[in-house]
């Protein structure tokens, strides 16, 4: 009953977020609610998976993320509206073609070390550089190098030349040399003190989104890194702070302090004194441990939400907001199996798959509310990328056609696959062109085909149970909708660990995998889908999306270059050449966090700055409150940007 | 004590028989026939026997019988995690499969694989001990061996096992009898040794008993109580271990349905539905009391003393 | 006995050896994709992978790399994590894991041998009665149940009704109650179990009779004679025990998120961290055959009738 009353009051307020003067009202409710609470200056939270370093050039975990988000600041940091404001970096401008982006820094600042003390080390515009420099080098091991080396000028040429001279190619240059030609090689220069510069290989207007999410473009105190040599940020101890937060305590696979950093800039809006992180490797435990008081956060999972349902929790179970990581499968092109092979070349075929799943039954594994929710048919996330008038890249024409459409279509896809077999099959069911062959899949799996129909398909996740669960869904719906008397959907499963001998070698004819948009540029998935991208581990063979995504390129405008990735992406997902089907989202959480006090951080960063703690768990009526609120003057905030 | 007094009247002269002194140094005693007379004259050990005969007919013939499919999934959410109903006695699983045919394959499959293993780590094992413990010279060899064998971690060869070989029942038990021959040979090695060397062997070798005999009528029924030990520890040990393996990547397929993975479902299945544990678990314990105690008291009833 | 213990210490010697180079050898099959997490392979390509893998030195040929491994531990230095902990020295991460598993560890063991052997010789003095009957329930109980089960029942069930926190903490006693409960569930059945078994053995030896029927009272006879007689085939494993404390249990370590040795080497070679299974796989090594060799010398010192020169 309470979830309904929450519904209808979301409803109701979505409603009178179209009459503008009702927004005040909004405003005064929200700030009601958050006047009537008292605030807690620490915040308890978990985390499940071991830390191996702090290091934060050469990992990409999410917790490293999340503390390095709060204790390393960037040049600039979203508000609570996701809208650029200001952080290391007090203004910035970029040149017509945004391929030239300068930054002023605030003058003054020192890094701190572990106890919260001021070092003599001064935070310059040199130690922007020097991150780029420290990437720059291949024995730093820098993680996730790509985007970056290949987007600011020189780097790739720079990487490559130490690398060439490390292993022997190059003779007749010294590894000192190189190391010292840097600033001249590379596209990065501090032009006084206290102004950095980037030069780029190419225009980037999503630049600002790309500073919230690579943490390679963080700051770095060269000095003190390279005194310590390999010793740098293994533990709290040998790293150095310059955001709102340090990292007090540190107790390896057990517990992580956060402090708050006094010399910090803008101190004044840290609502937090401390965030203590403890860890919980269980999901179930980190739920217990909830609703004994002992932890303020905890995610819920779908089947816990329904032991929930009816307690005195369900008033506090709130749907998790946004994930751009999009759950998709892969289709091999040029498997050993030919008889797969045979019928994934055949546009039929893969209309009849991309129609084959009841897409809300696989979505309610994680939502098992409103399923519809988490479902996606497109590479890049709704809500990630938008034009300079706002305007959503997945609402762009031929893209949001995709988006929209209901393909669970059972019938449909019975008849594309009839018609496959029309065009592939001779009338006993023999496959035209297929001999019967092992097909050797090792280490994966290794079976016989015989020419004949059913298609034996050979589908490859890991061994994770709810990819298991997953895969045993698609199996009873695949074989369902295209008949049983067609497709034969065998589930192998590997160990996480061993994906190297799985994606690689290609051992597979279905592979369950995610993709996530990683900043506000369609670029960052889809020109790792071309024909010889890296990502292609499909091996398909699509000369029409190349050449839109070439074009998308050269585009002049930002308008012009989103309008033909959309173009481009529609073509791969209405083709059915990988098929997105639904977000990585997991159902909901339980929090003594206010919603929307925390900067709204997009891409995969949490930050602490300005969140608000309270005494009880929040519930689903203030959250909504609080969201229609949110909603009417994020719109504001937009749309003053 | 002092009330203690012999009773005069209470004795009464033997008549002497010629027939019965004749008769003396003869019995009808058959080791095996006493053995299994011990071992059944214990009603608690009948009932496990005939609980476990049951388990395992069940477990071979409900899947023969049944035309249930126990990988059956179900695409009405509605139909996931039902509680026991009488259509599903046992309720049905995350996908909406019954648990109740689900656990009997889970059985059969469980048993034959516990039933390879027990055969090769206890048969191998014996055969390997007999000769390592029978032979000197290869004493220091095979201890080396063993030395080696037991300190390099399985997570190390099951990882490299992992990467060449694909999830099956072959692999899971390639990996599961990868150690355990070793560590049974040297159990058999330690018995065969203390009993060979014990005195009563000895006179009998002085006796000029051939060694044959020594063997089969002295030394086998020994080992044999041991060897049905073993075996039976095997079932439990087996289920044990397949976690493990799994946890390593050298599972067995994902279709595939045995106890150890159905009681293993996880975490949030425990304490969200525990009754869909009740019934595998049930059949676990029973499997694992059932021959610890089975093996326990053959045993006992083994050993020539408790004989009558 | 001087020339037995060097005989021994040198047999031990070629055991650590050869076991520490065949894991090397074998860790060294593992292919080169190993090296990196699945997110890493997307991330990056080939030429970066290699690159990478030559500046950790993983491409030199592994007798080369085994020589580096032997230099560096003859100079003190264990070497640097490489995927799990990457660049951590292992020395730290052994530092800081080691005392908090063997504290666990150390505590179980005593409860283990203390209530085991309670249980053990509480079941012997009423055998076949209420007290058997209980003790046999209990080891097979903790045999017969599939050990996630009563693990989970532990610490979701037990630790509400007795309000004790579900997650290790270094600084509230209260939260070691658990894990140690769990750890020591095994070793007191181990425990229990074995003594009876010795104890009813050797109550049926002639000797045994023998005193009673002299007459010597039966609290002597189980206290000098049976006791002690029992008690010998388990000293020999005291030795490797107490040394292997320092081993954790993968399952409750988890579960209790105590920061702990438990799943490290299982870890350590899912991920390919070569250095880091190195350095577990010859601690443990050494341990083993520390462990035996000193169990030999511990019966041998508490049972005259052993004693360690070659036959």
């Known amino acids: 009953m309470k979830r309904f009353i929450a519904i209808l009051m979301t409803l109701i307020m979505a409603m009178s977020m179209t009459m503008t003067a009702q927004g005040e009202d909004l405003a005064a409710a929200a700030n009601a609610i958050i006047e009537s609470k008292t605030f807690e200056r620490t915040y308890d939270t978990n985390f499940s998976s071991s830390i191996a370093s702090f290091n934060y050039y050469s990992t990409n975990l999410a917790i490293v993320r999340e503390i390095v988000s709060n204790c390393i600041d960037g040049l600039v940091e979203p508000d609570i509206y996701g809208v650029y404001v200001p952080s290391l970096a007090e203004s910035w401008e970029t040149n017509e073609d945004q391929t030239v982006w300068t930054f002023k820094i605030r003058e003054g600042l020192k890094w701190v070390d572990h106890t919260g003390a001021e070092t003599e080390y001064e935070l310059t515009a040199q130690d922007f550089v020097d991150g780029i420099r420290y990437i720059g080098d291949p024995l730093n091991g820098a993680y996730s190098l790509r985007v970056v080396r290949n987007l600011i000028k020189g780097l790739y040429d720079y990487y490559w030349l130490l690398d060439d001279i490390d292993c022997g190619l190059v003779t007749d240059q010294n590894r000192e040399d190189v190391v010292k030609q840097f600033d001249e090689m590379v596209g990065v220069k501090a032009l006084d003190k206290y102004t950095v510069q980037y030069q780029l290989e190419n225009s980037a207007p999503y630049f600002l989104s790309l500073l919230e999410s690579s943490m390679l473009i963080l700051p770095v105190e060269y000095e003190y890194a390279m005194a310590l040599g390999e010793d740098f940020a293994v533990d709290n101890e040998h790293l150095l702070y310059c955001g709102a937060y340090y990292v007090s305590n540190f107790e390896r696979d057990k517990a992580i302090t956060l402090s708050a950093n006094t010399h910090y800039w803008d101190y004044d809006k840290i609502t937090l004194d401390t965030v203590e992180y403890q860890m919980i490797p269980d999901g179930t435990t980190s739920l217990e441990m909830f609703k004994r008081g002992m932890t303020d956060y905890t995610s819920v999972e779908a089947e816990a939400y329904d032991s929930l349902v009816g307690t005195e929790w369900e008033d506090n179970l709130l749907p998790t907001s946004h994930s751009f990581s999009t759950n998709y499968l892969w289709l091999d092109f040029a498997g050993e199996n030919t008889e797969f092979k045979t019928f994934i070349n055949n546009e039929n075929f893969r209309k009849a798959l991309l129609y084959s799943m009841d897409r809300e039954v696989l979505a309610a594994l994680r939502e098992p509310v409103d399923p519809a929710r988490i479902l996606r048919n497109t590479i890049n996330a709704e809500g990630a990328i938008y034009d300079s008038n706002g305007k959503d890249y997945t609402d762009y024409s031929p893209l949001k056609e995709i988006k929209e459409t209901n393909f669970n279509n059972p019938e449909l896809a019975r008849q594309y696959m009839e018609a496959a077999i029309a065009e592939l099959c001779d009338e006993n069911g023999n496959i035209k062109g297929v001999e019967p062959a092992t097909v050797d899949y090792l280490p994966v799996c290794s079976f016989d085909i015989d020419g004949k129909l059913p298609v034996t398909i050979c589908y490859v996740g890991t061994d994770d149970e709810d990819e298991i669960i997953m895969a045993q869904l698609f199996k009873a719906m695949i074989e369902d909708s295209l008949g049983a008397e067609n497709v034969d959907f065998q589930i192998q499963a590997f160990s996480g660990w061993t994906y190297g001998t799985v994606a690689d070698p290609l051992n597979y004819d279905i592979y369950f995998d995610s993709l996530s948009t990683g900043y506000a540029d369609p670029s960052g998935i889809l020109t790792r889908v071309t024909t010889d991208g890296a990502e292609n581990v499909g091996r398909y063979d699509v000369p029409e999306f190349d050449a839109l995504i070439e074009k998308a390129l050269a585009a002049k405008t930002f308008e012009e270059r989103l309008q033909y990735f959309a173009e481009a992406e529609a073509y791969l997902c209405g083709n059915g050449f990988i098929i997105p089907f639904i977000s990585s989202l997991r159902g909901y959480y339980m929090s003594y966090s206010i919603p929307y006090t925390s900067p709204l951080t997009l891409y995969g960063n949490t930050k602490y700055k300005g969140t608000l703690v309270m005494a009880e768990p929040i519930t689903q009526e203030e959250s909504a409150v609080l969201e229609a609120a949110y909603e009417v003057a994020r719109e504001a905030a937009l749309a003053g940007k | ?308 | 006995m001087g020339k037995y213990i060097l005989k021994r210490t040198l047999n031990s010697l070629l055991t650590v050896a050869i076991v520490f180079v065949a894991v090397f050898m074998l860790l060294r099959l593992m292919p080169l994709s190993g090296y990196f997490p699945q997110e890493m392979l997307k991330e990056t390509d080939e030429a970066t992978r290699m690159s990478y893998l030559r500046n950790q030195g993983l491409l030199d040929h592994p007798m080369v790399q085994l020589g580096r491994f032997v230099k560096n531990l003859f100079h003190g230095d264990l070497g640097r994590s490489l995927t799990v902990y990457p660049k951590v020295p292992i020395s730290t991460l052994l530092k800081e894991k080691i005392p908090v598993t063997a504290a666990f560890g150390f505590s179980s063991m005593l409860i283990g041998i203390v209530l085991g052997l309670s249980l053990g010789m509480l079941m012997v003095r009423f055998k076949d009665r209420w007290g058997d009957r209980l003790g046999t329930g209990y080891i097979l109980m903790v045999r017969a149940i599939p050990n996630l089960i009563y693990l989970f029942f532990i610490q979701v069930w037990v630790s509400l009704w007795f309000g004790l926190p579900m997650v290790f903490e270094k600084n509230m006693p209260s939260s070691w109650i658990l894990p140690v409960i769990c750890l020591s569930l095994g070793s007191i059945a181990w425990y229990a179990l074995w003594l009876r078994r010795f104890m009813v053995d050797e109550e049926n030896r002639d000797y045994v009779k023998f005193a009673l029927v002299k007459g010597l009272p039966q609290k002597e006879v189980w206290k000098k004679h049976i006791f002690k007689n029992a008690i010998i085939p388990l000293v020999i494993y005291l030795p490797s025990d107490l040394l292997f404390i320092i081993s954790g249990s993968l399952v409750i370590e988890s579960l209790y998120a105590i920061p702990g040795t438990g799943g490290l080497l299982t870890t350590a070679i899912k991920n390919q961290d070569n250095n880091l299974v190195q350095v577990i796989v010859l601690m443990y090594a050494v341990l083993s055959v520390l462990g035996v060799f000193l169990g030999d010398l511990l019966i041998a010192a508490v049972d005259p009738r052993i004693t360690l020169t070659e036959d």
């Open chain 2, 1 to 308: 004590m002092e009330n203690m007094q012999l009773n005069p009247l209470k004795f009464r002269a033997k008549v002497f028989d010629q027939m019965a002194s004749e008769d003396t140094g003869y019995s009808n005693y058959s080791y095996w026939r006493s053995t299994f007379r011990t071992f059944f004259k214990n009603k608690a050990v009948m009932l496990l026997v005939i609980l476990i005969v049951a388990i395992i007919v069940m477990g071979f013939l409900y899947p023969a019988i049944s035309d249930i499919d126990p990988n059956k999934v179900s695409l009405k959410r509605k139909e996931w995690n039902q509680r026991p109903t009488w259509e599903h006695w046992f309720g049905t699983d995350q996908l909406g499969r019954d648990i109740w045919t689900r656990a009997w394959y889970g059985v059969r499959n469980s048993f034959l694989l516990a039933f390879c293993i027990a055969l090769s780590d206890v048969g191998i094992g014996m055969i390997v001990g007999a000769i390592w413990g029978y032979n000197k010279k290869l004493d220091p060899i095979m201890i080396e061996i063993y030395n080696v064998i037991t300190n390099i971690p399985s997570t190390v060869y099951l990882v490299l096992l992992a990467y060449i070989m694909n999830t099956s029942y072959l692999t899971l038990f390639i990996s599961m009898a990868s150690r355990g021959w070793i560590v049974e040979a040297r159990f058999f090695r330690n018995r065969i040794l203390s009993i060979r060397d014990s005195e009563y062997n000895l006179a009998s070798r002085c006796l000029g008993t051939p060694m044959r005999r020594i063997a089969t009528k002295n030394i086998i029924p020994h080992i044999i109580s041991l060897i049905i030990m073993e075996a039976a520890l095997c079932i439990p040990y087996s289920i044990g271990s397949e976690v493990f393996l799994g946890f390593v990547g050298v599972g067995l397929p994902v279709e595939a349905i045995t106890l150890g993975n159905i009681v293993n479902q996880g975490r949030a299945s425990f304490t969200l539905h525990p009754y869909q544990m009740l019934l595998p678990t049930i059949i676990l314990c029973i499997i694992t009391v059932a021959f610890y105690v089975i093996g326990n008291k053959f045993a006992d009833a083994s050993d020539p003393r408790n004989h009558v």
